[in-house]
């Protein structure tokens, strides 16, 4: 097998629920963090609040994240924290984007 | 793409010292380590004396952390959100470097006391000085902040001409921990100026979920 079709192999087979560039742009956030929350997400995706809202659930439903609710003062609080799989599936997924971008 | 996510982990990991406050804090705390060092320097055979100072810096040293966070509870979440960053015990790399740092730091001091008896307590404010920059380096490192890095190189080479200089080992720790200081109020003062304009106060609700 040729370089080039290894690294294109390798696209093909990147897991597609973190190739969405909103859900990986988050996931690249919680990576190097313990945890972040809802607004600074919001700020950094420059998503709507709704389309957060979706990103999230779908990364939580795939047992990528964890979120907590939770309050600050009177105001409620959403917490998002990287789980152990949604770690390895980050680090697979940057390898293989890396490996192809090289191939 | 790779590029976008570079610079999405780079700005959260800025995230402590985006509002100027982890500055102003450090700023605090070296104002109060030079009045600690100043006191010890006028009355040095007084321990008991010194024992108390020494507590009342820390307690002080708390209670700007506290009023900082609060600051930055009212000030910051709203505006940009909260992030909590991982321990240095999580971050594998920099508790390994921490630990290297460390070992070296008291083998070089027991191997100075060895060799130059108390005249090795005329070193301090070199000592003082690297280990300033070590804590101002990783954290340059750390967040890719290149003011840090000139932090650091400016505590070295102050604590290095301090080390030499006629001043005793405490004055010399005193000056350098108010330059320092002095350096960290300004970065902090231009940083805060900068957050608080470009970043306007989140009006609505912080969270909708």
């Given at each position: 097998m040729s370089a080039e079709a290894g690294a294109t192999r390798s696209l093909v087979g990147v897991d597609r629920l973190i190739h969405e560039p909103s859900r990986s742009v988050i996931l690249a956030i919680l990576s190097v963090v313990k945890s972040a929350d809802f607004l600074y997400l919001l700020r950094e995706t420059g998503?709507?609040?709704?389309?957060?809202?979706?990103?999230?659930?779908?990364?939580?439903?795939?047992?990528?994240?964890?979120?907590?609710?939770?309050y600050r003062g009177k105001y409620p609080l959403t917490l998002c924290s990287l789980t152990e799989e949604g770690k390895q599936a980050f680090e697979n997924y940057r390898k293989q984007l890396k490996l192809f971008l090289e191939g | 793409m790779e590029k976008k996510l570079n610079t999405s982990q780079k700005r959260a990991l800025q995230y402590w010292f985006v509002d100027g406050l982890a500055e102003l804090t450090g700023g605090v705390m070296c104002i109060i380590l030079a009045i600690y060092f100043g006191i010890i320097s006028l009355m040095p055979d007084s321990g008991w004396a010194t024992t108390i100072l020494f507590v009342i810096v820390f307690g002080l040293a708390f209670i700007t952390r506290w009023l900082i966070q609060r600051i930055r509870q009212r000030y910051t979440y709203p505006r940009t959100g909260y992030v909590a960053p991982k321990s240095g015990w999580e971050d594998r790399r920099q508790m390994i470097i921490s630990i290297v740092f460390t070992l070296l730091l008291l083998l070089a001091m027991i191997y100075l006391i060895l060799t130059r008896g108390e005249g090795a307590l005329e070193l301090t404010p070199m000592i003082g000085g690297v280990i300033l920059a070590f804590i101002f380096s990783m954290a340059g490192l750390e967040t890719k902040l290149i003011r840090f890095i000139y932090l650091a190189i400016f505590c070295l080479l102050l604590g290095a001409v301090l080390a030499f200089s006629s001043l005793s080992n405490f004055w010399g720790a005193a000056i350098l921990s108010l330059s320092t200081s002095l350096v960290l109020f300004a970065y902090g003062i231009i940083t805060r100026r900068a957050y608080l304009r470009q970043m306007p106060m989140n009006v609505e609700a912080p969270d909708e979920r």
């Open positions: 998503l709507t609040k709704g389309n957060l809202t979706v990103h999230l659930s779908k990364l939580e439903a795939a047992g990528y994240i964890n979120i907590e609710k939770t | -």
